[in-house]
């Protein structure tokens, strides 16, 4: 079994910044990648970033030069920094970790961006 636990979420401000972190622990042999997915009320969970382990990384287009996602290999750790946020980012942020023979599942963090 996979243990994922997400933490640094809020309340922030339009324009400011929050740094989400997420751990993946337990039976993990090797991870292809792990990534932050959010959901908004009444939405689809839909990507936000994702980083492989040889370091390549998938965004999508609505966060492309505001978030960044990086990644310590070592303690199977992700990080997604938001800089500039909108009130549109305002969603349920939840990291996947995908080991090839299964993908995992934090249990979300809140993300508020007020006006």
């Known amino acids: 079994q996979v243990q994922v636990v997400e933490s640094g979420g809020g309340l922030v401000q339009a324009g400011g910044s929050l740094r989400l972190s997420c751990a993946a622990s337990?039976?993990?042999?090797?991870?292809?990648?792990m990534g932050w997915y959010r959901q908004a009320p009444g939405k689809q969970r839909i990507l936000v970033a994702r980083i492989f382990s040889g370091g390549a990384t998938n965004y999508a287009d609505s966060v492309k030069g505001r978030f960044t996602i990086s990644r310590d290999n070592a303690k199977n750790t992700v990080f997604l920094q938001m800089d500039s946020l909108k009130p549109e980012d305002t969603a349920v942020y939840y990291c996947?970790?995908?080991?090839?023979?299964?993908?995992?599942w934090g249990q979300g963090t809140q993300v508020t961006v007020s006006s």
């Open positions: 996947n970790v995908d080991i090839f023979t299964a993908n995992y």
């Open positions: 337990g039976n993990i042999f090797s991870i292809n990648s």
